[in-house]
């Protein structure tokens, strides 16, 4: 009897653990709606997320430009981003509100933070000392792998 109900609350247990969350997030279930061409396109791991490197940009020690110089520096920093978004290699970008120290955001789509120091080196802004980065890795959905294309949909006036 005593080995009976033993036996009873171990499955008890098991039986309870198997319906909590977490263990159940343990799990693997079968996504219906997985798209093994995309998940491959976008270079997705089997949870659709993936290594990015993510620059942070800051305020530089060379901010003294007169305002064509800026507007200049600022036109060639656009166009560098365009560059570099069309060759896959940066995914989003964007600029912070305000005026501090933090100036916008890279993510970039490379396999180093050798490869995106490589790419973050070939920025005017970053050149001339306005800019500076800090780079680090980053694990996140696969899918911003579309945000280029959709903004392009989505932009009424081509940047």
């Avoid at 396109?41 to 290594?51: C, L, N, P, S, V």
């Avoid at 995914?91 to 993510?107: Q, S, T």
């Avoid at 050798?114 to 696969?142: C, F, Q, V």
């Amino acid at each position: 009897m005593k080995i009976y109900l033993q036996v009873s609350i171990c499955f008890l247990v098991i039986f309870s653990l198997g319906n909590m969350p977490y263990v159940k997030s343990q799990q693997s279930e079968v996504n219906s709606a997985y798209d093994s061409i995309k998940a491959k396109k976008y270079g997705a791991d089997k949870y659709g997320m993936k290594k990015y490197v993510f620059a942070f940009l800051k305020k530089g020690p060379n901010r003294e430009l007169d305002s064509a110089k800026a507007m200049a520096l600022q036109m060639a920093h656009m166009e560098n981003i365009g560059k570099m978004a069309e060759a896959g290699k940066l995914v989003l970008a964007g600029p912070f509100f305000g005026d501090g120290d933090l100036r916008g955001i890279y993510i970039f789509n490379v396999s180093s933070i050798e490869e995106a120091e490589e790419l973050t080196n070939s920025d005017p802004a970053i050149k001339a000392g306005s800019l500076k980065m800090e780079l680090i890795e980053w694990y996140g959905s696969a899918a911003l792998m579309e945000v280029n294309e959709l903004h392009n949909i989505l932009s009424k006036v081509k940047m």
